[in-house]
């Protein structure tokens, strides 16, 4: 299975900080077709998952451009430029490249 | 608007058997792969089945197979989730999702103890 490392677990961060959470995986993540299925999730509390990310650097619907996704093959970033309050939650980057698809362990983003 | 709504949940006892369901709406639910993912308590996300957008092909990790199968019912725009033997640590929120994350349904909360 493609081990997904996310560091740091935890991140304590100001309003109108930014921030970056780092994703590496076992393998490399670009698939046959060419594309790279690595995600970026947010978890907020109490809330389902919401996907930011998809494809290394797409925005999802509705997702504010402060968000942005960088990297290939095995090595990932998100950025959060400008957090703010509602940007709080777990983070988690996940890839469906390959099978099994798997998840990060998670970044927890919370206010100083 | 798309929505995914899960249903079944509930407390049941060790080696039960739950079935969940997750009723899909906004978009064409024939056309996508779709994925159920749990969440124990305090902890991150797994996998724990997909089916083919035409339910001829499932897939589970070791952990739920030959207790769990996943199945759907195009007509009715329904995927299920058939949960057998079930232990402690199947415990955990389940959500329905389709293919690549883009939506998830709210949640259904499982809990096995006795």
């Known amino acids: 299975d493609v081990v997904m490392t996310q560091t740091p677990p935890s991140l304590s961060v100001a309003i109108g900080q930014s921030v970056s959470i780092s994703c590496k995986s076992s393998?490399?993540?670009?698939?046959?077709?060419?594309?790279?299925?690595l995600h970026w999730l947010l978890q907020s509390p109490g809330r389902s998952p919401k996907r930011l990310i998809y494809?290394?650097?797409n925005l999802g619907s509705g997702v504010p451009d402060r968000f942005s996704g960088t990297g290939s093959q095995k090595d990932f970033t998100l950025k959060i430029s400008r957090v703010e309050a509602e940007d709080l939650g777990v983070y988690y980057c996940a890839q469906t490249t390959h099978f099994p698809p798997t998840f990060g362990a998670g970044t927890k983003l919370e206010l100083k | 608007e798309v929505q995914l709504v899960e249903s079944g949940g509930g407390l049941v006892q060790p080696g039960r058997s739950l079935k969940l369901s997750c009723v899909a709406s906004g978009f064409t639910f024939n056309n996508y792969w779709m994925t159920w993912i749990r969440q124990a308590p305090g902890k991150g996300l797994e996998w724990v089945a997909s089916?083919?957008?035409?339910?001829?092909?499932?897939y589970y990790p070791d952990s739920v197979k030959g207790r769990f199968t996943i199945s759907r019912d195009n007509a009715k725009s329904t995927l299920y989730l058939q949960m057998n033997s079930l232990r402690s640590e199947d415990t955990a929120t389940y959500y329905c999702t389709r293919g690549g994350y883009p939506y998830w349904g709210q949640g259904v909360m499982v809990t096995v103890s006795s």
């Open positions: 494809q290394v650097s």
């Open positions: 393998q490399s993540l670009v698939y046959s077709d060419g594309k790279t299925y």
């Open positions: 089916i083919t957008n035409t339910g001829g092909s499932t």
